[in-house]
DNA sequence: CATGAATGAGGATTCATTCAT
DNA sequence: TATGAATGAATCCTCATTCAT
């Protein structure tokens, strides 16, 4: 999980005072971290300034530049942030179903109704705002989407050998689990970013995920009948 | 096919040195997009400046203001020009195969085998350069990727019904149609524009369409088999 | 002699509009780097702001860098205009005389009561603001001394030649010109930039050259009498 | 020499707990000062922070500032300290030699071999950095330099009287104790700041120091024989 | 005495856009 | 039409200094 930055973790030897603090340093460092997830979601990355976010976060731009090295790095940290929960969202789901196709479908239904719905601004910062804004956070937007192209491949694994089956042929499964990332990707930027329609986000991603396991089943030997 | 701006006046009544100059216009116009195209691909859309854009085109800043209104609109033009290509690879395959689910496989492929193989910039523009840059660009990039969706939408009826087969139930082809753009999307960002492995495209274009035409086959009534 | 930067230099094929824009550039050049060299003079490179020089010299800021790379490259620009100044009026005044010890004397009366009198504000550009700003500064100053410092090597070895006299023993003569230089600068410095005692400048040059003369005399071998 | 500033009480009625804080007060005092002088000689007055200078000597900025006013003052004190270190080294010297030419040639090779050698970064802060940094700064360096250049003046009286000679005619005294200082400032810049020839300091030093006594030599009455 | 988080004014630099020629 | 010099608002970032604990 990622932690503040000026942090010397010797959680022992510390007084009470230096404990609220540390405390008050790392709500502080989720305060800005806040504001300006906020700013980039509805103002977008570059106009968004520090100046705004500062103001936003009710602290100077000083104090800003002493929780983050710059306005890149502040994306970067968000982007981490962001990155853990929406893997702890899907990954915990999946879990509870034992590694099943079912849990892969309740992992894609919590993905839409779990961190589209409740999380739209950080949806809109790993879908939008982090897209294209320079080299280094193109890097980590790279690491993130692996991580999960990652997961959704160990899932894919899971699952098939957990229930038997096996991939038909020579299918690329990196390949099927970046298309399921895709399609996370643009159903979420679709009709939450772009229309906005999160009442029937439920429905949506249900039909998304319909198509993404029957996309599936049909690569397996068995499930096959073509 | 976008026109250049100024002065698309009809062709006629026009002397042999007016449409001389028509001609140096437009490509004129052209020579600046495409000068524009490479920098916002490589440099980036915000770090690339007019007077770059200028001095790769050869031509002086206020010539560059001359074609086109200001810098964003540079990218609209751009993304029309892009879309239209992009739109006429995928129709014409699909066309050319009349409306059958091997159409539908056969525009599939155009696009990782004909679009992203040989414009892999235009792929940077559409899929990375264009998003979350301003208002007015992300509204044109809906508008370009709603009428993919919908060239999506329209094979898979054209072909459902060419084949005598219809959709099982409840299902939502417009979702379908979207995921089958994520994985487009994500397929040519994450091998394309991050990995670069123009050599393997080919390979993995086939899997993810495989993965498109098998989900897509499920969520046929006859289609279906379990 | 240092030339304004932006110069596409054919001076020839230029119409007498275009001659003109480029002499309106070359004066713009001059009007900035002289309100900068003010300013640094009087209120100290760092206290200075680009606001300011642009201000002074009547101009935007962004004119200020249509001329100049940046601040540390406006003090560089001074600095080189300041080094041919200074070298000239030395050189010139030496060769006058045709590289005897009366045309090193001369030369030393000069730069007091030409160069200090007349240009102060340069002085003060070389000998304190020009000292400890940065690296490429310090590497420019270096250079410039290093140039003078040969300047005054190459004299005293040509009178030394013209008036048939040899150095005694194993004596360095490029100490001997840095030290001259030193004497220059420091007289300068201390009676010019800390004293502001320029009606007295002529008498104390003089006798500072005598002082330097009678050290060099000392170091001939027919001058020497101890 | 320059004591510390917080409480500079006599040393009478102090416990013994009190000594030893006064001796850790002045040793932290010298601490920070030192990890000043090692910045400002390494990094430059302007680009060492604070914040770098409380680190390097090992304390929070917050006692920076319990033992200097600001950083301005910081440099004060230094040069101070090495004012008073310099005008030692040579006044020692000179004094061990009884006022005599001698003891002013024994002077001059003690600020080469002794002071620039052992000491090069409060050469450096002396000779560069406090060059030209704010009003009060140059007036300290003014102040330093005029006792200096006093030094030399009362030497080259003392030496006069004692070795029972005369200056020659009208010749400023105090012309030719700047211009010494002078020698030795640039000397001392030129090849230990910028050559680092440490190595060769010592023959350097020498020559000139002999041309400095064989000007000044030259103003004698008995000496000159020109 | 010591700490170090917070401040915020200040400054360099960029760059889209304009417009006289 | 074309040019490119000029504009100046906008923005990121630094850092000396303060002060509550």
């Known amino acids: 999980m990622p932690a503040p930055k000026p942090n010397n973790n010797n959680k022992d030897n510390l007084s009470k005072s230096a404990l609220r603090r540390q405390r008050e340093r790392e709500q502080r460092y989720q305060t800005i971290l806040q504001a300006a997830e906020t700013l980039f979601a509805t103002e977008g990355y570059h106009k968004a300034s520090m100046e705004q976010i500062a103001d936003a976060a009710e602290v100077s731009?000083?104090?800003?530049?002493?929780?983050?090295?710059?306005?890149?790095?502040?994306?970067?940290?968000?982007?981490?942030?962001?990155?853990y929960l929406m893997r702890s969202i899907l990954g915990t789901e999946f879990k509870k179903y034992g590694a099943t196709i079912e849990g892969f479908k309740q992992a894609g239904y919590a993905f839409f109704e779990d961190?589209?719905?409740?999380?739209?601004?950080?949806?809109?910062?790993?879908?939008?705002?982090?897209?294209?804004?320079?080299?280094?956070?193109?890097?980590?937007?790279?690491?993130?989407?692996?991580?999960?192209?990652?997961?959704?491949?160990?899932?894919?694994?899971?699952?098939?050998?957990n229930e038997g089956i096996t991939f038909k042929g020579q299918f690329s499964t990196e390949v099927i689990a970046v298309s399921v990332m895709g399609i996370y990707e643009r159903v979420a930027y679709h009709y939450l970013l772009w229309q906005n329609k999160t009442e029937d986000l439920k429905h949506i991603g249900r039909d998304a995920v319909a198509f993404i396991v029957g996309g599936v089943k049909n690569l397996f030997e068995e499930a096959s009948c073509i």
């Open 61 to 83: 731009v000083g104090a800003v530049y002493f929780y983050f090295k710059n306005k890149e790095d502040l994306l970067i940290q968000m982007m981490d942030e962001i990155g």
């Open 115 to 161: 961190f589209c719905i409740n999380y739209p601004e950080r949806a809109a910062i790993v879908f939008r705002e982090s897209v294209g804004k320079s080299a280094l956070v193109e890097q980590r937007r790279k690491e993130l989407f692996d991580k999960c192209t990652g997961d959704v491949l160990n899932a894919l694994t899971a699952v098939s050998e």
